[in-house]
């Protein structure tokens, strides 16, 4: 990791084929794909990882716990990327600044409406206090995150009224609103993008919220870490389509998990 961004012949033997330029935009973006502490571990997966176009992710811990996004841009050409790369960069200044939640999406929202027109985005944006459980998220037309305790998802917990997507340039009068979530020692959350349930297979069946939850399941009473968790949902979605995905699939699973 710390070579790479210098050292071509690093990133050039890891890969198995080329990149696309899109691809290549947004993972410069992205930061590692699992960090933690003792209090919080978060991972993410982004498939086609050489061919991904409008989905991205961001993690970050901040002095007060641990920040999350994940987005979903409309499209699947250098748009799409570039609407994704726009919006982690505007999610970034705005939390460096000291901006909150739904400050963030107003940037995010402002600064596609000016930029890049015509560019829808969906979006979660939420914050982990990781002393007190407390999950805080904006859901901007986003499917709702899912929230899993003691190996069982717990269906609909974290759903709210749906919020418009961004690139409207419709949040800088009202904001996207807040919610919050008091989570148990040892809960997970997961965010994931709508290629991950809308993945088809062969016989156009969904790869659905159910299968999402089983598969999701499986892995907590197996006592997989969360990137072993995540490495095994992706390989079951890569699966489904024989492999051939049409939508970007993107995962972000955290868990807190205090002293």
């Not at 600064?111 to 459980?133: E, S």
């Not at 709702?144 to 009224?161: A, F, K, Q, S, W």
């Not at 961004?166 to 919050?180: C, D, K, M, T």
Request: glycine share 10%.
């Amino acid at each position: 990791m710390s070579k790479s961004p210098y050292n071509d012949l690093v990133v050039k033997r890891e890969r198995l084929r080329p990149m696309t330029v899109q691809a290549e935009l947004v993972w410069a973006f992205l930061p590692p794909r699992t960090i933690g502490t003792a209090e919080a571990t978060s991972s993410a997966v982004l498939e086609p990882a050489y061919d991904i176009g409008g989905d991205a992710f961001d993690h970050s811990f901040t002095e007060d716990g641990l920040h999350l996004t994940l987005l979903d841009a409309m499209g699947h050409d250098l748009a799409s990327g570039g609407a994704s790369a726009t919006g982690l960069a505007a999610c970034r200044a705005t939390r460096r600044a000291g901006g909150t939640l739904p400050d963030i999406a107003r940037t995010i929202d402002r600064t596609l409406d000016q930029w890049i027109p015509g560019r829808l985005m969906t979006a979660v944006i939420a914050h982990l206090d990781t002393v007190g459980g407390q999950f805080t998220w904006v859901n901007c037309g986003h499917p709702p995150p899912l929230l899993i305790r003691d190996g069982h998802v717990l269906p609909r917990v974290l759903e709210r009224t749906p919020q418009l997507p961004l690139g409207l340039g419709l949040h800088s009068e009202e904001p996207p609103a807040l919610h919050r979530e008091r989570l148990q020692p040892g809960d997970r959350v997961l965010i994931h993008s709508d290629g991950v349930t809308e993945a088809r297979g062969p016989d156009g069946s969904f790869f659905g919220e159910e299968r999402l939850a089983d598969t999701v399941i499986r892995s907590t009473a197996a006592g997989d870490t969360a990137p072993e968790a995540l490495r095994r949902l992706i390989q079951f979605v890569r699966g489904h389509q024989e492999h051939k995905l049409r939508d970007d699939a993107t995962i972000l699973l955290v868990e807190w998990h205090p002293g």
